[in-house]
């Protein structure tokens, strides 16, 4: 079954640029993962430096026991210390229902 992870980041505003380059970086990695399925960021209308990201992966497991050990991830893992102003607010969801407008 797949899992939805909600990660909120608060930024120190003059690490804003680097924030988004090194996630950048991942999210381009992220989608040619077989055990991935979407990405969203998300800025907060009323803060530049806040941000939440919408992630859903195919299996926790996958995610715990394989995607974060990616070396691709250890760059951002090392300078998020550096670049948010608290720990990472994360939080796991399970999908019951999705509803599309169709273009």
Do not use: C
Not at 34 to 39: C, D, Q
Not at 44 to 63: A, G, N, Q
Not at 78 to 90: D, N
């Amino acid at each position: 079954m797949s899992v939805t992870y909600l990660i909120r980041f608060d930024v120190h505003p003059d690490q804003r640029k680097s924030f988004l380059d090194l996630l950048t970086g991942v999210l381009d990695a992220m989608h040619r993962e077989p055990m991935f399925h979407e990405a969203i960021l998300h800025r907060d209308p009323e803060s530049e430096d806040r941000f939440m990201l919408y992630e859903t992966w195919e299996s926790h497991e996958d995610v715990l026991n394989v995607q974060l050990h990616r070396p691709y991830r250890r760059a951002w893992h090392e300078a998020l210390p550096k670049i948010l102003q608290g720990e990472r607010e994360i939080s796991v969801w399970q999908k019951i229902r999705v509803d599309r407008r169709h273009h």
